[in-house]
């Protein structure tokens, strides 16, 4: 069993930055991939960013390449989420999540895919 927690979100300007936490519970937690997804109002659930159980290998949506980073400290059970250039279309409730995998996270991109999901924090970017 993993829990997760969110930290981080808020308002801010277009063209500013935030970054996002996600504690992680358990002793396990270098065994799992971890991605961050968003959920905007009236939308489905999107993928944003994912990183390898190890966290050498990270992958994006097109649409956040170059604008967000993900990492994570396995000693800290924390995944992060760096978050530059916001633009009002970032605006949503961020989730992490975790799945169970040493694969290359590039596989694990499905909401369906996870095993443990966090309850969100919410990031408003204003233009």
């Known amino acids: 069993q993993v829990q997760l927690a969110e930290s981080g979100g808020g308002l801010v300007q277009a063209g500013g930055s935030l970054r996002l936490s996600c504690a992680a519970s358990g002793r396990t937690f270098g065994a799992y991939a971890m991605d961050w997804f968003r959920q905007a109002p009236g939308k489905e659930r999107e993928f944003v960013a994912a990183i390898s159980a190890s966290g050498g290998i990270t992958y994006y949506t097109d649409s956040v390449k170059g604008r967000f980073t993900i990492s994570r400290d396995n000693a800290k059970n924390t995944v992060y989420l760096q978050m530059r250039s916001l633009k009002p279309e970032d605006t949503a409730v961020y989730y992490c999540?975790?799945?169970?995998?040493?694969?290359?996270?590039?596989?694990?991109?499905?909401?369906?895919?996870?095993?443990?999901w966090g309850k969100g924090t919410l990031v408003t970017v204003s233009s």
């Open positions: 999540a975790a799945v169970l995998t040493y694969e290359s996270p590039d596989r694990y991109t499905s909401p369906a895919a996870m095993n443990y």
